[in-house]
């Protein structure tokens, strides 16, 4: 009877497997499908200085499948790196994002206009076509030095920093800068800081969510913000959910702030409302914004 029991573990075992492999097959197959449709659409999530006001965005890639709803992109995207999908759907969202945001700003009065980050993978940042595209979207729109941002996770790098160092100084000459997303959950050492030419870092929403309660993560959001300001970085902080992590941050020194305590993902429509919204709620003497917020 167990070896029975045994066996049929093994078939069971073995149909999820062979269904988790046509679930991805068939992604893969719907994942090209959406990006010849264009219905990849982008939201951009708002980031805010110490006094509160809306200076950047980041694009969030979003995925409404017509039958499976919407997909997170933390499904989506690592199966679109793994089938070399990332290349052409990187492709889009950076052409994408840029022409959204820079005709947002065309609209803005100067002072208000915002900065861009997107997010790019390790496969794009490594295929020979990466700067042509970042070029093209330069010459395109004449961008200002500073309005793109590219985020790169940590692992991103450490198989040939030389590399790595190169290409952040290619980026640079273009007026490109360059954010490291997710800081503090790779595993490389810290080495690396001195040599890559950077300018942001990004404290992982994971290290903000039990901020008030959790000492190792203000030890070690106190950490990142010293490595930050050592090395003349601007840091941002993700996931800010509460009043309480927003007081909390700025009193550890922390620069710029983006979470659902802020402003949730939203439409490029929707961002120009927001943001004179939000810069006519500062202007207004009688308003207390850290009462609102
Ligand atoms: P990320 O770059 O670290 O993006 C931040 C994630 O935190 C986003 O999730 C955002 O919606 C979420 N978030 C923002 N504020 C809060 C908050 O207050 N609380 C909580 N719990 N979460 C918050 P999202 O949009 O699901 O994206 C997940 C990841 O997918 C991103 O993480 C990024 O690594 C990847 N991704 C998204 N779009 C793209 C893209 O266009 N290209 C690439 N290569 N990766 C992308
Ligand atoms: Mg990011
Ligand atoms: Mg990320
Ligand atoms: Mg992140």
Redo the contacts with the bound molecule.
Sequence with gaps: LAKQDGRNRVQVFQASIYEAVDRRIAMENELHKALAKNQMKLHY?LQFDRHYRPVAV????RWDHPEWGEI???TF?PIAEESGI?IEL?KQ?LQNAVEEIHQLNQQLHPDHRIRLS????PQQLEHPGFLKIIESLCEKHELPPGFLML?ITENTFMSDLNSMVDLINQLLEMGIYTSL??FGTGFSSLSYLKRLPIHELKID?SFI?ELEHNHDDVVLVKSILAIGQHYRLQVVA????LRHHLLLLKTYGCDLF????FAR?MIADKLEDFILEQHRRLQDPSFDITRSI
């Design positions: 999530q980041e694009a969030l890639c997170s992109p933390a995207i990332i990187g969202v997107v997010n790019v993978s985020e997303d997710d929403t969510s993700e996931g800010v959910e983006q979470g659902s305590l993902p």
